[in-house]
């Protein structure tokens, strides 16, 4: 049956719908990019964009609880508990942790003229002409450089944080409307990839999509949670076990460099151990004992029972995927390589078992 001209003029207008704002969408991308530095201004711009998307998808689950455990139908109530939920653990976290926190950092900046003579010292005992002494003075002079820096550009460091400021503000904003409107959201972006490369693909995507963001969801929770009790324990052992001078930091450093998996522990127990063997030779020795035998409570204990199977990725795909991810991005790429080879992981398994069931169903047809 041949289809009439009307309906060929109104699948085309349809395509057209669909197509020309891709089309654009392209060139305004491609335009940026081709420009000096402009796909850094790319993301500079987007910035508020892409961590408003990153911190609704982080307080989803605070939402689905007070919307489904304490039964609270309205959005936007549930929106605003959550967000003062958040609001208040902040402040209670800061009000506990920020004067020990700017106690330690004082104190360490005190200690600096002491720690550079000690390793000077240290230094000394391998010779004059050592290698290490030359590249030790190099740190120190590039330390002083950034500080002195950082003073001479006060005034481009408050307009930089009333920037990161208006950022942040936008970002809430942003994951504000997505958290009110996350069903609408959903059901535009099937609609449009129905209309863009078919119904069935679309449901595929999206059911896909919902897959990914539960595993890695609770992958990023299980890891923060790993993380913190991680970090409570080098807290407690360092400041009433060892007695090392600054507790605080040793647990924030190893807690925040801990969400690396495999290296993490050891790219931020290696500074704090160095600092405290500067300090106190045994109370830095015994530091790294603490260090080394809570990482395997962490790999044997922690990680299996609150990950258990989440993202299921081999540690060869994760050792992979931190170096290029670290290569490529920097602190941040070590940070999201695990995740983000997951979701790869997820996808390639996805397509070869749709690929597998159409063979095998191509196959048994008579």
């Not at 009439?4 to 719908?17: A, E």
């Amino acid at each position: 049956m041949k289809e009439c001209p009307r309906q060929n003029g109104d699948n085309v207008k349809k395509n057209s719908f669909v197509i020309m704002p891709i089309f654009i969408f392209f060139i305004a991308v491609f335009r940026f990019i081709y420009l000096e530095d402009g796909l850094s201004l790319i993301i500079q711009v987007c910035f508020p964009i892409f961590t408003g998307i990153l911190l609704a998808t982080i307080l989803n689950p605070i939402l689905v609880f007070f919307e489904k455990t304490l039964k609270i139908e309205n959005r936007y109530v549930a929106v605003s508990m959550t967000y003062l939920f958040i609001f208040l653990m902040g402040s209670i976290v800061v009000k506990t942790i920020a004067p020990s926190i700017i106690n330690s950092i004082i104190q360490l900046s005190r200690d600096i003229p002491k720690l550079y003579r000690e390793a000077n010292e240290l230094l000394s005992l391998f010779g004059n002409d050592l290698i290490l002494k030359i590249y030790f003075a190099e740190i120190v002079q590039k330390l002083s450089s950034l500080l002195t820096a950082i003073i001479n550009n006060a005034l481009t460091k408050v307009i930089n944080i009333f920037m990161a400021f208006a950022n942040t503000m936008l970002s809430i904003i942003i994951s504000v409307y997505i958290l009110i409107d996350k069903e609408n959201i959903e059901s535009w972006a099937e609609e449009f990839l129905g209309l863009l490369i078919g119904k069935k693909p679309a449901n595929d995507i999206i059911k896909i999509s919902h897959i990914l963001y539960r595993n890695v969801s609770s992958y990023i929770s299980g890891k923060v949670t790993a993380s913190l009790i991680i970090a409570l324990l080098i807290y407690l052992g360092s400041k009433y076990i060892i007695k090392c001078p600054y507790p605080v930091i040793d647990g924030i450093v190893i807690g925040i460099t801990n969400m690396i998996p495999y290296f993490g522990t050891f790219i931020g127990g290696i500074p704090i151990v160095l600092i405290n063997i500067l300090y106190n030779p045994q109370k830095g020795f015994l530091l790294l004992i603490l260090i080394l035998i809570l990482q395997q409570v962490e790999s044997l204990i922690i990680d299996p029972k609150i990950l258990g199977s989440q993202l299921s990725i081999k540690p060869l795909l994760v050792i992979i995927s931190i170096i290029i991810g670290g290569g490529l991005f920097g602190p941040l790429g070590l940070f999201f390589a695990a995740p983000v080879a997951a979701l790869i992981k997820s996808i390639v398994e996805v397509y070869m078992l749709k690929k597998r069931n159409k063979n095998e169903h191509i196959i048994d047809k008579p």
